[in-house]
Nanobody, 124 residues
Framework: QGRLVESGGGLVQAGASLRLSCALS????????MAWFRQDPGKERRFVAL????????KYADFVEGRFTIAEDNAKNTVFLQMNSLKPDDTAVYYC?????????????????WGQGTQVTVSS
């Protein structure tokens, strides 16, 4: 239950776009909130964006600056992160997460399940 599989990472040049996907194996009360985090080597995992399955609420980190959009496909249990105008600073491993609460400052401890991560590398 709660298995998450990410895909869509890769190597792109600055200014390009990528779309990450996260497929959830089974929905439950623990997976009502879906999020993306990212992690640089040697640093803590950092919140990027979240959504509820109904898309009634979305939340973004300030550094996204309108470049990223989180969306969900309810019928396919899949969440997406569309990333536009990518910068070298966006280089990181991106993780999908599932949880059941939304806090003012979402952090890794708020989520129950995690995917294996997908590498995004943006060259200058």
């Amino acid at each position: 239950q709660g298995r998450l599989v990410e895909s869509g990472g890769g190597l792109v040049q600055a200014g390009a776009s990528l779309r990450l996907s996260c497929a959830l194996s089974e929905r439950s009360w623990r997976t009502t909130v879906m999020a993306w985090f990212r992690q640089d080597p040697g640093k803590e995992r950092r919140f990027v964006a979240l959504t509820t399955w109904s898309s009634e609420m979305t939340k973004y980190a300030d550094f996204v600056e309108g470049r990223f959009t989180i969306a969900e496909d309810n019928a396919k249990n899949t969440v997406f992160l569309q990333m536009n105008s990518l910068k070298p600073d966006d280089t990181a491993v991106y993780y999908c997460a599932a949880g059941s609460t939304i806090t003012a400052h979402p952090g890794p401890n708020d989520f129950y399940y995690w995917g294996q991560g997908t590498q995004v590398t943006v060259s200058s």
